[in-house]
């Protein structure tokens, strides 16, 4: 089905809006209170650039929560079951975010910027909020902003030479979710080795969004040799990728053990933090569901599914699947989402009410077995 | 500019969508991470069924945080500024909220539904983790969730005809903002007289999301006779009774008193409520900016506005349309907006650079003044 985006003040643009607008976007979906493209026109052409050449995405949408200030260590360590002793400057870490039930209401990127400065780069929820509320209510000394920053991420096997091309060898050496500070022209970015795709990339935190033009420009320039294209995250190969969408993949249920992030959870932290104890009796009694992968029997899939799809057990609901698409690696229908703890080994028979009928899936593993090409 | 939105599970489909799709929605925005219907191809027509008419429109996007449980009443108390000593079961009241800096961070209405349950019917923010965040902070006894409720909203001087005819002519006694239970069928409802427009009307808080389709069809039956259309919230009615839209007309910044909504802070109150503290010291100060409307020169626009335009006086910035379009009843371009107090006053000359270039405005008091027809 085919609808119009309406187009208003109250969901914002990006800094790179004017140039996606003129490479020809075709397809938004929003984030953040903000329009992200997902589509030039052909998201399987889009796929293979991403999966054999290099791509830039305007994830502008990946909002940055600033927390600065004498207790923003102390914040930050108290919003997230992470242990994050060992966090320095420059090196970003995965820190999954959860409510006090245990449940996930984000999973951010933490970039330590600053001795006291940290940004927390965000999924779909308005964590400002959250960190706000928590801050005022423990009296903590931080101020809590959302700066002039947006990610433009380069992916792709590729994105390196892209990067190199521009700001110089010394990219190279970035270990995954290091970044450093960067001037490009008089363009001030942080340039991270990151990206929401496991085809390898980088993300160039641009901090000043009314060069924003300008540097999708250079970073196209930069790219022309190794025949960069616009894209956006690809649906197909962060399925494939088993990487987790926060409230697509995820409900008001959902905790870190069910979908593969429990390494991130240090119970042992003396320190206290949000979700401790929920979590504590949450392990001891084992989850009840997981994140696994489906190969969903029938034709290929054309576009992707629109909304969760439920996956029976004969006749009883077992689970859902929260995307799904034709992987043209993989040669089958995929799809993703959590399902009965009792049927997520790999292998698994299940039963998939989708859009177009009733179909059998088997369970499979993240990430997907790939086959050589 | 026209592009097509993305249906993925991230962002949910109402339960009246399939309905919405069958009737000819063509466009969309999302509003608290659900898809909202904004126009049936013709928003000028939407517009004058409001005005002399009546529409339905799907507004499940305002979507319920349910709070009860025996500190429900203090944490409701808590989180807004305005004085709810006098609420009780069956009366609505709009009840902004801020965060700890003063800054309104949503507006919703307030449903006390029992005696220990409150929901409050949001705009677009996550109020959710917000609540949660501040009753486990405080240790408050409550259970705060999203319940499966979904408003659909009869907006229209024919409106009270249209319920009326389904629900009985009880319904004519509500007065603005009261409410009270009934069942449709065997469809669980909560009927208001309450909506988006100033053109009065009720709004049916759907209780169970599996009835969305029977509801709708019911709804567009008993409006038959008084030629009921379906409809959204309409941009332009809005601006001319100069109805508040969070996260359009305000900014990180932007606390009661601009946007007109001072009669609902209670600086007086002797119990404490976050941002207490940073209402005394605005109001003490006064405010730098206030909410006004604009009529602005021009051709009539095509469409509205998609993005926030600069206000200057003179050379200097001064505020901000959020949402402009033509008023086909004042015959005038018109926008809202905040703009630097001193230029607040009605008349007021200012200059406005839109989107098809650069013209005057002057400034208007909100609601606009409608000619008689």
């Known amino acids: 089905m085919n609808f119009n985006i309406a187009l208003s003040a109250r969901i914002r643009k990006s800094p790179f809006f004017d140039k996606t607008v003129a490479e020809g976007v075709s397809l938004f979906s929003t984030y953040n209170h903000m329009y992200m493209p997902v589509s030039y026109g052909d998201r399987i052409a889009e796929y293979w650039h991403l999966i054999n050449g290099v791509t830039m995405w305007d994830v502008a949408v990946e909002r940055q929560v600033a927390i600065e200030g004498p207790d923003a260590e102390q914040l930050i360590q108290y919003l997230t079951p992470r242990d994050l002793k060992k966090l320095v400057v420059g090196k970003g870490k995965y820190v999954p975010i959860c409510d006090c039930r245990g449940t996930i209401i984000n999973d951010p990127v933490l970039l330590q910027v600053n001795q006291d400065e940290y940004w927390l780069s965000i999924a779909d929820s308005d964590l400002l909020l959250w960190a706000r509320a928590i801050a005022a209510e423990k009296n ?21 030479a892209v990067i190199a091309a521009f700001a110089g060898d010394w990219i190279r050496e970035l270990g995954y979710f290091d970044f450093a500070s960067f001037e490009l022209e008089d363009i001030p970015l942080v340039i991270a080795r990151s990206g929401w795709s496991k085809q390898g990339g980088f993300e160039l935190y641009l901090c000043d969004g009314s060069k924003g033009g300008r540097l999708w420009e250079l970073v196209r320039e930069a790219g ?150």
């Open 140 to 160: 903590f000394k931080v101020n809590i902003c959302e700066p002039d920053v947006s990610p433009l991420a380069v992916q792709g096997p590729k994105a390196e």
């Open 224 to 373: 022309q040799p190794m025949g960069i294209v616009p894209g956006a995250p690809n649906h197909i190969e962060r399925m494939e990728s088993g990487l987790l969408s926060m409230g697509s993949d995820t409900d008001d249920w959902t905790n870190p053990y069910e979908v593969n992030l429990g390494k991130f959870v240090s119970l042992s932290r003396e320190d206290d933090f949000i979700g401790k104890s929920a979590l504590t009796i949450i392990k001891k009694n084992g989850i009840k569901r997981r994140f696994v992968g489906y190969l969903i029997a029938g034709d290929p899939y054309q576009g992707s599914s629109e909304h969760r799809w439920t996956v029976l057990d004969g006749k009883d609901k077992a689970g859902f699947v929260s995307a799904a698409a034709w992987s043209p690696r993989i040669q089958s229908n995929i799809g993703v989402g959590l399902i009965d703890q009792k049927l997520a080994t790999p292998g698994s028979v299940v039963t998939v009410e989708g859009t177009s009928g009733t179909t059998s899936a088997t369970v499979s593993a993240l990430p997907f077995d790939i086959p050589a090409p």
